[in-house]
T-cell receptor
Framework: QKEVEQNSGPLSVPEGAIASLNCTYS??????FFWYRQYSGKSPELIMF????GDKEDGRFTAQLNKASQYVSLLIRDSQPSDSATYLC????????????FGKGTLLTVNP | DTAVSQTPKYLVTQMGNDKSIKCEQN?????MYWYKQDSKKFLKIMFS???????INETVPNRFSPKSPDKAHLNLHINSLELGDSAVYFC??????????FGPGTRLTVL
């Protein structure tokens, strides 16, 4: 099993809909989880991080963590065309909190 | 006021040449990273330094040599460039093992 897996997409949603992005990880010892957004030709930027089981909300973004199922998701409510980007899930792995392993990313397109 | 900066932004060179990429952060972070993002957009860690000490050294050809003269700088030198080295190289920094902040990237093209 790959260390961090994401549904590769592409995922296409209409403007105003909820976009749901999923990520599973293999290292049960992972304690922190990060979601990055990367626009085409740009660098990744952090949009959410979560450490505890449950939901964490920040504006239109909600991160959901289930450590028992080794699953972390990102929900984007009221999706906007400006949300169109690749979303990368990142999890510490290899026994080091310093080493982030990134998923391959999910390309999201929000259609006006 | 740029947080993490890299130079150059673009680098086009011939196979066999040696080149360097520089990275600087003004966030006061103690940890810096080099990542490689290939044509399929897969982002993979290469090296990490914490307080100028190498703490992560992934399976990278020894043609790649990082150097951290101080906590705010991390450079990457690449010897004998090969076609497969063409990619975007990102520098990132963090305070300890917290959230990482990325630089704008250096697009390396080897001809």
């Amino acid at each position: 099993q790959k260390e961090v897996e994401q549904n590769s997409g592409p995922l296409s949603v209409p403007e105003g809909a909820i976009a749901s992005l999923n990520c599973t990880y293999s290292d049960r010892g992972s304690q922190s989880f990060f979601w990055y957004r990367q626009y085409s030709g740009k660098s990744p930027e952090l949009i959410m991080f979560i450490y505890s089981n449950g939901d964490k909300e920040d504006g239109r973004f909600t991160a959901q963590l289930n450590k028992a199922s080794q699953y972390v998701s990102l929900l984007i409510r009221d999706s906007q065309p400006s949300d169109s980007a690749t979303y990368l899930c990142a999890v510490p792995s290899g026994g080091s909190n310093y080493k982030l392993t990134f998923g391959k990313g999910t390309l999201l397109t929000v259609n006006p | 006021d740029t947080a993490v900066s890299q130079t150059p932004k673009y680098l086009v060179t011939q196979m066999g040449n040696d080149k360097s990429i520089k990275c600087e952060q003004n966030l006061g972070h103690d940890t810096m990273y080099w990542y490689k993002q290939d044509s399929k957009k897969f982002l993979k860690i290469m090296f990490s330094y914490n307080n100028k000490e190498l703490i992560i050294n992934e399976t990278v050809p020894n043609r790649f040599s990082p150097k951290s003269p101080d906590k705010a700088h991390l450079n990457l030198h690449i010897n004998s460039l090969e076609l497969g080295d063409s990619a975007v190289y990102f520098c990132a920094s963090a305070y300890s093992y917290n959230e990482q902040f990325f630089g704008p990237g250096t697009r390396l093209t080897v001809l």
